[in-house]
């Protein structure tokens, strides 16, 4: 065999591209920027290069990179007034409506970004979905949306980073959603968290607990997966309308629970259980929201008490959240739109849009407080507690859309 002399070490990491071997980067955004190409591994993308003169044209910008967590830093400011927000790989929020006046003004935002591609190991990936194959969330770059009624950036600093992580479990109202109008809570909750702890997404639509574990989603969570972390579990609208022998809510589902359980323990995390958002399903009365799960709210609660688990009920809040906003205002939570707006009528009463997603979000922040969970100390100082019973206004809530618009109704119900 042959011996591998440093000089030959040192040659194949100078022929190695500078995105796979940097830990950190920094981009001046007042100064034009390649488009995204293979070769420099970082630049603008997904839309045409804005004209940086102007400083008001939304845009993306991605940087190819290994997986891990990034802390990322943006300056905000321009010759102009600027109002920005800024989301990260498939839609998160992670700084809405900044806002800097003329010139000399700016700001500091800062947050973690998890990216992450299908990789497992050598003899094992995560099976992705078809439609997943389009998402930003499993490529090999860290992809930003700076957005806004007139983003301005000024400069960019991106470095990897070792700190806590908080994992998602779910389906379509957990996953996050790669296109306008639909959104969901674990796209939103990243808002409220600061820039020491990461969230990493891996919910998809029309996911039961048993096919995210068949998926190795599990997997591959836990392949990184380690003491201090946490992982948030909500399923319930896909198992209920799984049929074969022994599913159901009180055998196959709680099963299934008891394997995340088990399996996170082993590496030392923390788990914690949110029972299934509510559908808007009123009763004849048009004020009482119908409960459409069935046994599955309960089943997961009874696992949660016999194992000690902390238990987030957004069964219970949601329910408080639809039927404070009433049966006509309670759509404008959901994927309700005219045809005028999408080209089609959409009528959706599972899936919510950014609105509703964002209180759902907060409902979750506030379930986390409620718990004392220790991923309280890492919420932002502007968190403002809520009640589900007295939500946002709707007519109020400011979303700068993003240009990636898709009317077919995600996977699940």
């Given amino acids: 065999m042959k011996t591998i002399t440093k000089k030959l070490i040192l040659s194949l990491l100078i022929s190695l591209p500078l995105q796979m071997t940097a830990q950190s980067f920094d981009f001046d955004l007042s100064k ?30 991605s940087v190819k990179v290994p997986d891990g967590n990034y802390r990322v830093k943006v300056i905000i400011g321009g010759k102009k007034n ?34 992450r591609s299908t990789y497992i190991s050598e003899n094992k990936q995560v099976k992705i979905k078809p439609r997943e194959k389009d998402y930003m969330t499993w490529d090999d770059k860290l992809t930003l949306e700076f957005n806004g009624t007139n983003p301005a950036i000024k400069s960019l600093h991106i470095e990897k980073v070792d700190v806590p992580t908080i994992y998602l479990c779910g389906n379509s109202t957990v996953v996050d959603q790669n296109y306008e109008p639909w959104a969901s809570w674990g796209q939103m909750i990243t808002r409220w968290f600061g820039p020491e702890v990461a969230i990493s997404n891996h919910a998809e639509s029309g996911l039961t607990a048993r ?43 709680q099963y299934q629970l008891k394997i995340f359980i088990d399996e996170v323990r082993a590496k030392g995390a923390e788990i914690v259980f949110c029972t ?27 696992v949660a008490e016999r194992e000690n688990i902390p238990l987030i009920d957004l069964n219970q809040k949601t329910k408080v959240f639809f039927e404070t906003l009433g049966y006509e205002d309670s759509k404008r939570a959901l994927v309700h739109y005219p045809k005028s707006m999408y080209g089609r009528e959409l ?56 240009r990636m618009v898709e009317d077919v109704k995600p996977d699940g119900n």
């Fill in 32 to 61: 034009s920027q390649p488009v995204y190409n293979e070769k420099d591994g970082f630049g603008y993308d997904i839309l045409p290069a804005p004209q940086v003169k102007n400083n008001s044209e939304p845009f993306y910008f």
């Fill in 82 to 115: 600027s109002n920005t927000t800024i989301r990260a790989e498939g839609r998160r929020l992670m700084a809405e409506n900044i806002t800097t006046q003329k010139v000399k003004d700016t700001k500091t935002i800062e947050f973690v970004v998890n990216k």
């Fill in 211 to 253: 096919t995210f574990i068949a998926s190795f989603r599990l997997d591959k969570i836990l392949a990184d997966l380690r003491k201090g972390d946490f992982v948030f579990v909500e399923f319930g609208h896909n198992d209920e309308k799984e049929k074969r022998p022994g599913d159901g809510a009180w055998y196959h589902y």
């Fill in 276 to 302: 299934p958002t509510q559908r808007r399903a009123f009763e004849k009365d048009n004020k009482t929201i119908s409960n459409t799960h069935g046994d599955f709210p309960a089943a997961m609660k009874m």
């Fill in 347 to 402: 009528a959706d009463n599972t899936h919510f849009n950014p609105y509703g997603a964002y209180e759902v979000a907060k409902c979750v922040v506030m379930g986390i407080k409620e718990l004392q969970l220790p991923i309280v100390k890492y919420l932002r100082p502007d968190w403002q507690d809520f009640n589900p019973a007295q939500p946002d206004d709707w007519r109020t809530f400011q979303w700068a859309p993003s």
